[in-house]
């Protein structure tokens, strides 16, 4: 975890671990049946990463939002330290790389959930269980606009100050685009980072 990582070693190690994609230009990585099956562009994803290393960032609980492979939950969790995770998934996709990959994690994994995280009964647990406990969200469920804000609203419902999130594809989806937009008139959050790729990453903190 000490160790010093340029944004060349990190897209590299990205590259490496396997996308979810056989055709480079998409993603950049190699494709592998047996690698972390990421749907992550690895010069954005290593600089996002990068940024996350040199802050020291540390987080007890946090949540995860449209696992998918789960390939993105390995690899952060590899290079941040993320003591205790809650995954929320419809299920619907990759979920055979998911069983594979989840063992590999290196966080507790406090739940599973199979379900819409926009549900009223996953916004209801989650508030029931974790209020203002969670550290640390990367949203990547839905990206049309609806879902994006309940998303956002769910993080902010368990939030406290300090609080940071990640909303995924603001750049390439209309509707996770407008979410980031709107959230700049927000005053009770920041803007810390954001990627200037093709596909987009926002790293906002809760006031």
Excluded at 86 to 114: C, M, Q, S
Excluded at 138 to 148: A, L, Q, S
Aim: proline share 1%.
């Amino acid at each position: 975890m000490n160790q010093i990582y340029t944004i060349s070693d990190l897209q590299d190690i990205i590259n490496k671990a396997g996308s979810a994609n056989d055709d480079p230009s998409q993603y950049g990585g190699e494709h592998k049946k047996d690698g972390l099956f990421l749907f992550q562009y690895a010069l954005e994803y290593a600089e996002f990463l990068n940024f996350c290393i040199l802050k020291g960032f540390s987080f007890d609980l946090t949540l995860a939002i449209g696992v998918a492979a789960g390939g993105e939950v390995k690899l952060f969790r590899d290079f941040v330290t993320c003591k205790r995770t809650i995954a929320i998934d419809l299920g619907n996709y990759y979920r055979e790389h998911w069983v594979r990959i989840k063992p590999t994690v290196r966080t507790e994994f406090v739940e599973d959930i199979i379900d819409d995280s926009t549900s009223t009964n996953v916004k209801n647990h989650l508030e029931e269980e974790y209020q203002s406990q969670l550290d640390f969200a990367f949203i990547d469920g839905c990206h049309e606009h609806n879902y994006v804000k309940s998303d956002i609203e769910t993080v902010k419902s368990i939030a406290h100050s300090g609080t940071l999130f990640t909303l995924h594809d603001i750049k390439m989806c209309p509707g996770a685009k407008a979410a980031d937009d709107e959230l700049y008139s927000d005053k009770n959050v920041e803007k810390l980072f954001e990627t200037k790729h093709r596909y987009g990453i926002a790293l906002w903190r809760i006031l």
